[in-house]
């Protein structure tokens, strides 16, 4: 009796050895993490809306730009992506009454070539340069400054705060933000400086001076003589021919 209790209690033991390996041998492995080229429209696009930032990216060929840079090299990137809502926000006609490449120094100022973490955010330099150029004073200043958990951005013109990550590998992150970065180069440029007046000359008098004959004491002298010996000569003549 106790061998057939023990033999029966092998038997379960086998069989349920002989199920546990067959599960395991028949689970799925996980999905790879998809592969290709890091796309910051496809990002966007998966994350919903941001079509009118999109459509920008595109027609400026910025997306383009993008995807060499982070398929090409090992240079980071950081992009604040404006809602749909944000653009809607934008006066009438904003975007329309841009140049070609007032729209592409636009969507360039929203690109930071640099990979931010949100903890970067406290210790950044300011104002950041970003793929729009010159960050001096009334160009493309952008500054970032940190309060408690909260990310603020400026521009001179935008006052507006990080959302929320959208997107972070190391290499691309991609934060939202719900108003468009205004720069002042494009929406407030500085009147240009005034051409300086022409100089006063300095050689006028000179020359005023130098084209009047000299006059001196002696010479006036001279020419009184000149005049006496004159009148003295016509004196004698007459004299003589009176006789």
Do not use: W
């Not at 980071?76 to 809607?88: H, I, L, Y």
């Not at 960050?135 to 990080?162: A, C, H, Q, R």
Request: proline share 7%; aromatic share 6%.
């Amino acid at each position: 009796m106790r061998q057939q209790y023990v033999f029966t209690t092998l038997t379960l033991l086998i069989l349920f050895s002989l199920s546990c390996s067959t599960t395991l041998a028949q689970a799925p492995a996980l999905a790879p993490a998809p592969s290709g080229p890091t796309n910051v429209t496809k990002i966007l696009e998966k994350a919903g809306q941001f079509t009118l930032f999109i459509r920008l990216l595109k027609s400026t060929q910025v997306a383009n730009q993008l995807l060499g840079q982070l398929n090409n090299s090992n240079n980071g990137m950081t992009v604040f992506a404006p809602t749909d809502n944000a653009f809607s926000s934008l006066k009438s006609g904003t975007l329309n009454s841009l140049t070609d490449e007032q729209k592409v120094e636009l969507v360039q100022f929203h690109i930071v070539p640099t990979y931010l973490t949100s903890s970067q955010f406290q210790t950044i330099s300011n104002p950041l340069r970003t793929q729009a150029g010159d960050s001096g004073d009334g160009k493309f200043p952008l500054n970032i400054t940190t309060s408690g958990n909260s990310v603020n951005i400026t521009t001179g013109l935008t006052n507006t705060s990080v959302s929320g990550a959208i997107y972070t590998d190391g290499q691309l992150a991609v934060y939202q933000i719900d108003q468009v970065l205004q720069p002042l180069q494009i929406f407030a440029p500085r009147p240009p400086a005034p051409a300086p007046a022409p100089a006063k000359s300095k050689n006028k008098k000179a020359t005023t001076v130098a084209d009047s004959p000299d006059v001196t004491p002696a010479d006036n002298s001279k020419a009184a003589t000149l005049q006496n010996v004159g009148l003295f000569g016509v004196a004698a003549l007459v004299i003589a021919l009176s006789l």
